[in-house]
Every structure is written in structure tokens, then in C-alpha cells.
């Protein structure tokens, strides 16, 4: 059997889409779960949408995702260049372009935009398109060499047949065929001398040995021109597996205004890189049994692009974070802190135990921006609404919660030891003396420290944290509003 080749090959034309990322991750996965060659092709041939920069983002998000190519840019292994754009200046595109116009599979097009212009469109999948009339497929062999020696600028385009059909099979959709008369002669090489993506990819596809192209199924109606460029060398046709669209979850297509339409976007928000791989991994294919959580290594073994839907999947931001948070709980402590701090850093300022602190949301937060909410009242009381004091469940309100506090504050001057389990034991036993349930002492003393209904910690694990004098100013002031409010 022939070794698998995938190809991962996006354009620099900014953030890294989610789209294009699953499609990188399924390459790197139907390669490596064969034991293949996964390769990185940077397709820069469109100049105008270059953005710079947009490089380095391919491989930063390569290197944090774990997606590690065998050849590139950096690692040639003898099917180089990988840049388009230095593959052009190689000759490569237009030695094969003219190759296409000897066999009347291609041919030169000098037609101005005014005549481009002038022709009729069609509605093409919502799209409206111009469909060129083949005029220029009928000049004299004197007129295209005379057109050529004045200079006059020109395209090269594929001359597709008008007439019949063109079948070709994808590995999910099956066999798929299409009326020959509804494909239009794209350009192969541009005015520029550069080639077009649908020319470039073809011939790099073929000359780098790429067995398996996985891509977005808006690629579909363009495989049967692919084909027939292939038919037309005499090339093996690779096996093409088109992956379905990504929708928000209104069904739409994920567009940059989602806020969470690419890798970066992402990361911004506090999601780790390999819970961003495993849930991505899952919108299209899912495996036999109903597991959920992935390492990388796990995916490898596991996946089967023969289990890719091909119905759109949906980007679920709240499956997200609930997968966030589990990696978050399962993280090492080191590291959970070291991408913790600077969230406890940008709102805590007192001098706290802050590695304490962030410890306290690791298991309650599902992205690390998260962590600002639970514990800025650690640095300071917000207002809060007195009924806060009242709780069905701890049967408290607001004179018997003044009560408690008054209780207490004596109780905890004379503790010596403010640490959770004396502070816990102490509290215990005036709850006792009182004939009173924890809850219904605990209740008032957490609601004054922290002036909110949920908190990473328990009454006493604040009480330590924020240590006896802060703790009693705390609770001194939530007397007085309590007392205002009777």
C-alpha cells in the first residue's frame, strides 16, 4: 500500500478560522492515524489578500496545537519549495499551464474587463458569477502569437467541455455528477503570471506525492475542474474526504462576529489550546463509543474519517467550556497557576496568599477570565443587597444573621490561631452552644465577608485568607448595614 500523504495548505490572509483548523487537525489525524507524512504548504498565491504576519500565526497555532508537520518550509524532504510563491518562480505553474494548452485542455484568454464585464452572470450557490463564453478559444494560432509579441496581457483558462457530464467520488458524499455545462473555464494562471488557488493546489497536490485532500465541502462543486485537470496530465486522482460546514448555533455559518470564529479568538477568551483540538475534533466526526474527552494521541489512534457526518456541525460554546473546565481540573497545579496569576494579579492588589486564592477557582471556572468574577471581593466588599442575608434553606434573615454576627465577632478577637480548621472548630462550637446548623452561622459570616451568594470558599477559608483584622472590619461593617436595614 502506498504511505499517506495529507496536505495541510492555508493562504496568510490573517486568523486561523476554526474551519481551517479542523481541517488541519483531520489531516494531521487521517495521516498520522495511518502512519503517514503530514505536510505543511503555505498557498500565497493570491498577493493582494497577503497579510503579514499571518506566517507566523500558521505556525504558532501549529506548534500549540500539537499539529507537528514532517515537511515544510523548515524541513524539506525533497518535494520543495512549499511557498507558492516560490514554487512560481520555479516555472512550475506555467510549464504545466502550457502543457494543458498543447492538449486543447487549456487556452490563452486576452479578453479586457470592460468585455469581462459585459458578459451575462449566473446565481451559482447564492453567488453571482460571470460565465466566460469560451470567445477567446477561437482565435487563430497567428492571432494568439501576434497577441503574445504585442504584450497584450492575458489569463490562461481551462477549457472544460459544454456538453455531458463528469462524475467523481468523495470518500463521504459517494459518487457525485455534475452537467459539464455548468463548468465554467476558471483560470489557471492570472494576469500577474501567478497561478489561481484551483490551478496551484492541483499540480502541487500531484507533484508532492498527496494522496488524501481533506478540506471544506464549499469545495465540492470545484472537484469535477479539478478532476478533469487531473484526466487531462494522466495523474491519479487522490482520495478527496470534504468535511461539513461549521455553524454558529442559530445554524448559521461561524463568521468572524461570533467573537469565536478563530484559534486566536479563542485563546484570547482563556480557552487551552488542547481542549480548543479535542472539542474541534469532534464537530463532524465522532467516534464509536459516546467518549468525550481526547488527548492528541488518543485522536490518532482513534479517528476514522469514515465517521465524519455530513451534516453541518455546530459550534456549541457552551459544550466548549464545559470541556475547558474539565482540562482546567485536570491540569497540573504548576501549570494551572502560571496561567492563573495573571488574572488574580489584574484584581487582587492586597497583600494576600494569591496562589491560595487562584487555587480556590480551579475547579469552578471554565475559562480563566473566569477567575476575576470569583474573587474580587477579596480585595474589596462590592455593594450588595441586604436580602441577601435571608436563605430559605439556612433559615436565616436579616435580624437573625445581625444576631450571629454580633455573636461572633467576640468570639473570633479571642482566636489566636486564624487559620480554616480552628477558625472551623471554633465556629462549630458556638453554632453548637447556640443549638444552631452550621449552615445557619456560616450563612451570615461568608455573605459579609465576600457581599456575594457564591464563592470558591467557605466561610472560614475566608476568614484565613483574608486574615483576622481585614475579617473583622468586614464583618463590623456588615453589622452596621444590617442594623440600617431593620
Known sequence: MEKIRTRYAPSPTGRMHVGNLRSALYEFLVAKHAGGDFILRIED?????????????????????????????????????????????????????????????????????????????????????????????????????????????????????????????????????????????????????????????????????????????????????????????????????????????????????????????????????????????????????????????????????RRVSKSPAVFDIVKLKWMNSEYIKAMDDDRFLEMAMPYVDAVIKKSLDKKKIAMLTKTRIEVFPDIEGHIDFFEAVPEYDVHMYEHKKMKTDIASSLTVLRDVVPVLEGVEDFTNDTLFATLSDYASSKEYKTGFVMWPIRTALSGKQMTPAGATEILEILGKEESLIRLQEAIKLLEANL
Open 45 to 305: 498565491t493570491d498577493q493582494e489578500r497577503f497579510v503579514e504576519g499571518a506566517v507566523e500565526i500558521i505556525n504558532d497555532t501549529l506548534k500549540l496545537t500539537g499539529l507537528t508537520y514532517d515537511e515544510g518550509p523548515d524541513k524539506d524532504k525533497g518535494f520543495g519549495p512549499y511557498v507558492q510563491s516560490e514554487r512560481q518562480k520555479t516555472g512550475i505553474y506555467l510549464k504545466y499551464a502550457k502543457e494543458l494548452i498543447d492538449k486543447k485542455e487549456a487556452y490563452y484568454c486576452f479578453c479586457t474587463k470592460e468585455r469581462l464585464d459585459s458578459l451575462k452572470t449566473e446565481i451559482v450557490e447564492g453567488k453571482e458569477i460571470t460565465v466566460y463564453d469560451k470567445h477567446c478559444l477561437s482565435l487563430s494560432q497567428e492571432e494568439i502569437d501576434a497577441n503574445l509579441a504585442a504584450g497584450i496581457p492575458y489569463v490562461i483558462r481551462q477549457n472544460n467541455p459544454t456538453e455531458g457530464t463528469t462524475t467523481f467520488h468523495d470518500e463521504l458524499y459517494g459518487d457525485i455528477t455534475v452537467e459539464n455545462a455548468e463548468l465554467d473555464d476558471m483560470i489557471l494562471i492570472k494576469s500577474d503570471g501567478f497561478p489561481t488557488y484551483n490551478f496551484a493546489n492541483v499540480v502541487d497536490d500531484h507533484t508532492m506525492n498527496i494522496t488524501h485532500v481533506v478540506r471544506g465541502n464549499e469545495y465540492l462543486s470545484s472537484s469535477p475542474k479539478y478532476n478533469r485537470l487531473y484526466d487531462a496530465f494522466g495523474w491519479k486522482i487522490p482520495t478527496y474526504i470534504h468535511l461539513p460546514l461549521i455553524t454558529n448555533e442559530e445554524h448559521k455559518k461561524l463568521s468572524k462576529r461570533s467573537g469565536h470564529a478563530s484559534f486566536e479568538d479563542l485563546l484570547e477568551q482563556g480557552f487551552l489550546p488542547e481542549a480548543v483540538v479535542n472539542f474541534i475534533a469532534l464537530l463532524g466526526w465522532s467516534p464509536e463509543d459516546n467518549k468525550e474527552i481526547f488527548t492528541l494521541d488518543e485522536l490518532i489512534r482513534d479517528f476514522d474519517y
